[in-house]
């Protein structure tokens, strides 16, 4: 039972452009939000987390939207530049955060020049 | 400060033997997770620790058990090694147990042949 999925393996974005990362879950215990980001060979490295009280929060180029009627979340990253290639994973928990992180499968994001 | 270390970084065993993997969270965090990444699957939780004490398990056989030590160092153990189990083994650390603010490491590349 795969409760937070990504369902886009891959995404291919031009330098400069918007990148759209999307995220849904089906657990309505969730209520905290987070996005990794991993290259390879490394372990993944937090980017930005949202709470259910929530339905935006920005940091610098990284933006996360929560719509909990949909049970979506997505990021913006804008503009996008060759060091976000990578593979981002969603991640969810409950109770604000204090129970084991559930993630997504991930999405490969390449930036093309 | 030093970030979390995960020893080795590559194995490669044989199937049925067994095999310990380490880690050694940052300096002052007593919480400490771990997941496996396989392709396709993102991270699946195996289990978490807090003082010395297994707080949350995923689900994972009996073949996979863990502990922490009281200087907040974890090992996880997998015995009867089947080809399946090769992966991205991820170890993190937090002050203490929530969603968030976890640290990872770079991971032990297990493969089983």
């Known amino acids: 039972d795969q409760q937070v999925k990504q369902n886009s393996p891959s995404l291919s974005v031009q330098e400069g452009r918007i990148s759209i990362l999307n995220c849904d879950y089906t657990n309505s215990m969730f209520d905290y939000f987070l996005w990794y980001k991993k290259y390879p060979a490394e372990g993944p490295t937090f980017l930005i987390s949202i709470s259910s009280i929530k339905d935006k929060n920005e940091d610098g180029r990284f933006t996360v939207f929560l719509n909990k009627s949909a049970k979506h979340l997505s990021l913006h990253i804008v503009p996008s530049q060759p060091g976000d290639s990578a593979v981002y994973f969603c991640a969810a928990s409950g109770v604000q955060g204090a129970q084991k992180l559930v993630f997504g499968q991930g999405t490969r994001l390449t930036i093309n020049p | 400060k030093a970030g979390v270390t995960q020893t080795p970084r590559y194995l490669i065993k044989t199937r049925g033997q067994q095999v310990t993997l380490s880690c050694s969270p940052i300096?002052?965090?007593?919480?400490v997770s771990w997941y496996q990444q396989t392709p396709g699957q993102g991270l699946q939780f195996l289990f978490e620790?807090?003082?010395?004490?297994?707080?949350n398990k995923g689900n994972f056989p009996g073949r996979f058990s863990g502990r922490q030590f009281s200087n907040s160092r974890s090992e996880m153990n997998v015995s009867t090694l089947e080809l399946g189990d090769s992966a991205l083994y991820l170890c993190a650390s937090s002050e203490r147990p929530t969603g968030g603010g976890y640290t990872f490491g770079s991971g032990t590349r297990l493969t089983v042949v």
């Open positions: 620790y807090f003082s010395e004490t297994q707080r």
């Open positions: 300096s002052g965090h007593r919480s």
